[in-house]
Nanobody, 125 residues
Framework: VQLQASGGGLVQTGGSLRLSCVAS????????VGWFRQAPGKEREFVAA????????VYAEALKGRFTISRDNARNTVYLQMNSLKPEDTAVYYC???????????????????WGQGTQVTVSS
């Protein structure tokens, strides 16, 4: 599976962005897809993940209510809608995928097999 993340950019505090993760090579309906982010000097951090087969969705607790993950299997695409953005949301955002992942593992970045290249999100104060 090849993943292509896009949709990042520069936005003011309180603004919104929608990131897209387009998969190729395999249909993503059999895959869990997650979003992670990494700010300079910090560890990679879990954001959200979705597994279509069981309609399972997991969010980082601190981001619930502002971020929403969704997917369009017909387009082989997973989205991350980010609202009410804050300067601390500034990071490179990555999408990742793994086939047949259990729900309890979806927040662990080392469990994913495939990664996109990342897209920069910068939130200005």
């Amino acid at each position: 599976v090849q993943l292509q993340a896009s949709g990042g950019g520069l936005v003011q505090t309180g603004g919104s962005l929608r990131l897209s993760c387009v998969a190729s090579g395999r249909t993503i309906s059999d895959y869990a897809v997650g979003w992670f982010r990494q700010a300079p000097g910090k560890e990679r951090e879990f954001v959200a993940a979705n597994r279509w087969r069981s309609s399972s969705t997991v969010y980082a607790e601190a981001l619930k209510g502002r971020f929403t993950i969704s997917r369009d299997n017909a387009r082989n695409t997973v989205y991350l809608q980010m609202n009410s953005l804050k300067p601390e949301d500034t990071a490179v955002y990555y999408c990742a995928a793994k086939r047949g992942m259990i729900v309890s593992a979806m927040s662990q970045y080392d469990q994913y097999d495939y990664w996109g290249q990342g897209t920069q999100v910068t939130v200005s104060s």
